[in-house]
């Protein structure tokens, strides 16, 4: 069986891989990643706001942000949250790429165009093979159109385009009102690749405390659908790699996101939940389902269930949902 992918310009043994978590922090963690089949390791990000605090120096935050209102002080937040320091991320880049022999994708998270975009060279010089970057950003203010929104992201691919050399993924939100224009003036920018799509981590109200909780839940695989609907309505529109992140937690869901279109299938809370062996488990079953189902490869079931492939491709549009709502039954 050939299960063979490529990502990004990389040749993988497979499409499955951690996404980007705080496994990578822990060499050991790595390692056993890797001895369970990992096909590439995904490092979790370094963040613009860790960037731009270490260069203007923690100091001058203290200072400057005394007595702001809180809202003010949490645009950079404390040092002590973040695992590793931009310097120590480097390092812990440089010492997995020597525990691997799997392609190693860095990845930087941040909004806004800026000096931090220089880590994208410091990422290629320490031996990373492609980065993925974190578009994380939420448009609040009235007064940032979507044309606006969406130039200030391009303008950030194209700046680490310039930069670097290394195969680039985009990591996106699916809050975008045109996703395939977009995705297309992404690619035009530089971008080989999209990661579809970052989860919002929602806060919550107590009601008691009137205050806002922070909180972070694992996914379940009804997340899934979301990204499987994006991946077929782009897998015919877009030339470069598409990856799923978000909802992956067993095989099936895996060979649903390649039918979508997914050239790599990224796993973060199934791994949390289940540990690194988690994707040995994964991979063996991907495997044991293509055999059942008469595929010879991973490239031959892949999009065979996109937009442009699948029986009923009204099923990904409007047509669907007028279809759903009147379908229903008591
Ligand atoms: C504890 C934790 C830390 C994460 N850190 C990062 C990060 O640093 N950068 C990033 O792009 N995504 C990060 N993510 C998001 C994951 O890479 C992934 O996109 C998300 O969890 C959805 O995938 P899943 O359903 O397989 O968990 C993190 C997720 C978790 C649970």
New binding site residues.
């Given amino acids: 069986m050939d299960l063979s992918t490529t990502y990004l310009g990389l040749k993988l043994a497979h499409p499955l891989m951690p ?4 496994m990578v922090d822990n060499l050991d963690t790595v390692r056993r990643l890797e001895d369970a089949g990992a096909a590439a390791i ?6 613009e706001e860790q960037i731009t605090r270490e260069e203007q120096g923690a100091d001058r935050f203290v200072h400057g942000l005394e007595g702001a209102h809180a809202e003010a002080q949490s645009y950079f937040p404390d040092a002590s949250i973040f695992a590793l320091g931009p310097d120590a991320y480097l390092e812990q880049l440089r010492r997995i790429r020597e525990a691997v022999r799997v392609p190693v994708i860095a ?1 930087l ?1 941040g909004a806004t165009q800026g000096g931090w975009l220089r880590y994208a060279q410091l990422m290629e010089s320490a031996g990373a093979h492609a980065l ?1 970057l ?1 578009l ?1 950003t939420l448009a609040t203010s009235p007064s940032e159109s979507a044309e606006a929104v969406e130039a200030r992201l391009v303008g950030i691919v194209a700046a680490v385009r310039k930069s670097v050399r290394l195969p680039l993924a985009v ?1 996106l939100s699916p809050f975008f009102s045109a996703l395939p224009h977009f995705a297309r003036r992404l690619e035009e920018a530089g971008a080989d690749g999209l ?1 579809l ?3 919002f981590y929602q806060p919550d109200i107590d009601v008691e405390d009137l205050d806002v909780k922070r909180s ?1 839940r ?3 695989p009804s ?2 659908l979301l990204r499987l609907r994006w991946l077929a309505i782009l897998s015919g529109h877009v030339k470069g790699s598409l990856a799923v ?5 067993d095989a099936l869901d895996a060979v649903k996101a390649i039918m979508a279109g997914a050239h790599a299938v ?7 939940l289940h540990g690194p062996t988690h994707l040995r488990v994964v991979k063996d079953q991907l495997e044991r389902w293509l055999d059942e189902h008469e595929y010879l490869s991973v490239k031959q079931m892949r999009g065979s269930m996109d937009l442009e492939r699948c029986p009923d491709p009204l099923a990904y549009e409007r047509a669907n949902y007028v279809a759903i709502l009147q379908g229903w039954r008591p």
Wanted: charged share 10%; hydrophobic share 40%.
């Fill in positions: 996404g980007a978590s705080p995904v490092m979790h990000s370094l963040f990845s998270n993925e974190n994380y990591k990661v799509f970052n989860r972070l694992l996914s379940t997340e899934l992140t978000g909802g992956v937690h990224q796993m973060v809370s199934s791994l949390l």
